[in-house]
C-alpha cells in the first residue's frame, strides 16, 4: 500500500536549537517527494521537494531509499518557522498525491 | 492573475442534502486533487483526476462525487450518503510531467452539516 508516515504530531523546540521533522513512506514505485508547509492562515504551499536537492529557509531533505525515509532538516530553528507540515508523496504513472497526517512545528523564544 | 480557487469559503448544509462545491483553476494544469483535512488526519485524498472526463476514488471516496468537464474545473459533491460530512476540504492541482509537479492548494472550503 501506498503510505505517507509522520510519526510526530507535534514537535517543540527552542529557537536555535536543531529541528528534524521524521517521514517515512511506503511506495514500490519510484517516489517523488515533497515537504509541505502551512503557515497560519496561509494556504498550503511546497517548501522543498528531493528532486531539485534544493535549501529552502534553511531546510533540507535528503531521500533515502533504503530506509524509505525524507526527513527534514534545519540547523537552527526560528520562530517563524512555526507552522504545519506535511510530508507528500507522489505515485509515478497515476499521479496520486499522498499527504502524512502533518507535524505541527512550534518554535519558543 | 492565475492561481486554484475554491468557493464558496463557509459552507451549510442541512443533513440529508446534496452539497457542491466548486473548484477552478487558470494554470493549465492536467492533474486536479480534492483532500478532506481533519485535526490529526493530516490531509485524506477523495477523488483525483488527470485528464478531463476521467477521475479515480481515493482513500476516502464512498459518500463523494466529482466530475472533471473541463480541463479547468473540478467541483466535488458531498452527497447525504456521507456519513460525517462536517469538514475542512482543500482542492489542489499541478502539471504532470517535467519538473514541476509542485500542488497549488485553494483557500479550502469548511462545511458544516447543521
Known amino acids: 500500500a501506498q503510505r505517507v508516515t509522520q510519526p510526530e504530531k507535534l514537535l517543540s523546540v527552542f529557537k536555535g536549537a536543531p529541528v528534524e521533522l521524521k517521514c517515512n513512506y511506503s511506495?514500490?514505485?519510484?517516489?517523488?517527494l515533497f515537504w509541505y508547509v502551512q503557515y497560519s492562515r496561509q494556504r498550503l504551499q511546497l517548501l522543498l521537494r528531493?528532486?531539485s536537492r534544493e535549501s529552502i529557509k534553511g531546510f533540507t531533505a535528503d531521500l533515502n531509499k533504503g530506509e524509505t525515509s525524507f526527513h527534514l532538516k534545519k540547523p537552527f530553528a526560528q520562530e517563524e518557522d512555526s507552522a504545519m507540515y506535511y510530508c507528500?508523496?507522489?505515485?509515478?504513472?497515476?499521479?496520486?498525491?499522498?499527504f502524512g497526517t502533518g507535524t505541527r512545528l512550534k518554535v519558543l523564544a | 492573475d492565475g492561481g486554484i480557487t475554491q468557493s464558496p469559503k463557509y459552507l451549510f448544509r442541512k443533513e440529508g442534502q446534496n452539497v457542491t462545491l466548486s473548484c477552478e483553476q487558470n494554470?493549465?494544469?492536467?492533474?486536479m486533487y480534492w483532500y478532506r483535512q481533519d485535526p490529526g488526519q493530516g490531509l485524506r485524498l477523495i477523488y483525483y483526476?488527470?485528464?478531463?472526463?476521467?477521475?479515480q476514488k481515493g482513500d476516502i471516496a464512498e459518500g463523494y462525487s466529482v466530475s472533471r468537464e473541463k480541463k479547468e474545473s473540478f467541483p466535488l459533491t458531498v452527497t447525504s450518503a456521507q456519513k460525517n460530512p462536517t469538514a475542512f476540504y482543500l482542492c489542489?492541482?499541478?502539471?504532470?510531467?517535467?519538473?514541476?509537479?509542485?500542488?497549488?492548494f485553494g483557500q479550502g472550503t469548511r462545511l458544516t452539516v447543521v
Open positions: 507528500a508523496l507522489l505515485t509515478s504513472g497515476t499521479y496520486k498525491y499522498i
Open positions: 511506495y514500490s514505485g519510484s517516489p517523488e
Open positions: 528531493h528532486i
Open positions: 494554470l493549465n494544469h492536467d492533474a
Open positions: 483526476s488527470q485528464i478531463v472526463n476521467d477521475f
Open positions: 489542489a492541482s499541478s502539471m504532470m510531467r517535467g519538473l514541476n509537479t509542485e500542488a497549488f
